[in-house]
């Protein structure tokens, strides 16, 4: 498989995922993570098991998600999303996935509060 085929390949699994995600379908998360997968954000568990657990129980799991943008790089896919929980606080998400053999093996992430319109920053 060439660098573009597996990168291809990565960008459509996770964002096929992302998308049954943003649906409800937590589920999807044990067929695309492996059972050894690592997961770097501090206070959030490894292991498939125990990952998609905790995930059932944050508040991704009710929030409405809005894809914004996908970078894909061999075996990473970078996604940046909008995460709004049903309180209407809005959250910007980076997530960076890290793919072996077609399964998720590592995750990071970046998560910033969205700043209200009056206090976002302007140029003068």
């Known amino acids: ?3 573009d085929q597996e990168t291809e390949r990565n960008r ?3 964002t096929d995922g992302f998308e049954r995600f943003a649906r409800g379908d937590i589920g999807v ?3 695309l993570l492996h059972e050894d997968f690592v997961e770097h954000s501090p206070g959030n568990p490894s292991g498939r098991d125990a990952f998609v ?3 059932t ?6 929030a409405r998600l809005e894809l914004k943008r996908v970078v894909a790089d061999g075996p990473y896919v970078v996604m940046h999303y ?3 929980e049903s309180g209407g606080q809005a959250t910007a ?3 960076i996935w890290r793919l072996e053999d077609g399964l998720i093996v590592e995750h990071w992430d970046v998560v910033q509060p969205v700043a209200d319109a009056d206090q976002e920053c302007r140029p003068r």
């Open 1 to 3: 498989m060439t660098t």
């Open 12 to 14: 459509r699994l996770v």
């Open 29 to 31: 998360l044990r067929t």
């Open 53 to 55: 657990d905790f995930i």
């Open 57 to 62: 129980r944050a508040p991704v799991a009710s």
């Open 82 to 84: 909008l995460m709004t």
């Open 93 to 95: 998400v980076v997530d």
